[in-house]
Antibody
């Protein structure tokens, strides 16, 4: 059973960059896409983006100018960087494996436990 | 972006009842529709993908159906463990989630 674990700083100041890493255990990067989703406290889910082992990535248009994903097959990790954060970026950040429908990355079938990142001056 | 609207936003039920949650999309998503369950303090859990395919390990009392712009998640006989928030998600285009449906006792 694949397990995912997010790690990274949990308290940021406005204008700083958020950096999180997701470490995969019990499996490898393989031929999956890997993604990030966030959830502001008490709110709904928002897709951030996903990335393939080649480095090919797709981003939420609303965040695209501030987001970059990266991946390391040797370390079995993938990472999220979100620049110029504000209080509106305070959220639980989840990493997840992406499942396919007809070769299209479509659903999130394995999730990390999530990590709360707070942006506050 | 495709808008995803769930109804109702909250729902009261008793153990043993049949419950249906609806998800409507602003344009067809061609069955690229998934359902998740989330309990407080936990990550979401995939229940259904491709509108009606049951994820491995998910009890058979959960089922999904629909096509085009109209999809439903049904719990045939609600159990205590099912009280949670449910989200639908489309992946026909840029993935978007519904706002959630809270199933309450």
């Amino acid at each position: 059973q694949v397990q995912l674990q997010e790690s990274g700083p949990r308290l940021l100041k406005p204008s700083e960059s958020l950096s999180l890493t997701c470490t995969i255990s019990g499996g490898s990067i393989g031929t999956y896409y890997w993604g990030w989703i966030r959830q502001a406290p008490g709110k709904g889910l928002e897709w951030i983006g996903f990335i393939y082992k080649s480095g090919s990535s797709n981003y939420n248009p609303s965040l695209k100018s501030r987001v970059a994903l990266s991946i390391s097959t040797s370390r079995n990790q993938f990472s999220l960087r979100l620049s110029a954060v504000t209080a509106a970026d305070t959220a639980f950040y989840y990493c997840a494996r992406v499942g396919y429908i007809a070769s299209r990355p479509s659903f999130f079938d394995n999730w990390g436990q999530g990590t709360l990142v707070t942006v506050s001056s | 972006d495709i808008q995803v609207t769930q109804s109702p936003s909250s729902l009261s039920a008793s153990v043993g009842e049949r419950v249906t949650i609806t998800c409507r999309t602003s344009q067809t998503v061609d069955r690229y529709l998934s359902w998740y369950q989330q309990k407080p303090g936990k990550a979401p859990r995939l229940l259904i993908y491709g509108a009606s395919s049951l994820q491995s390990g998910v009890p058979s009392r959960f089922s999904g159906s629909g096509s085009g712009t109209h999809y439903t998640l049904t719990i045939s006989t609600v159990q205590l463990d099912d009280f949670a928030t449910y989200y639908c998600q489309q992946s026909y285009t840029t993935p978007t989630f519904g706002q959630g449906t809270r199933l309450e006792f």
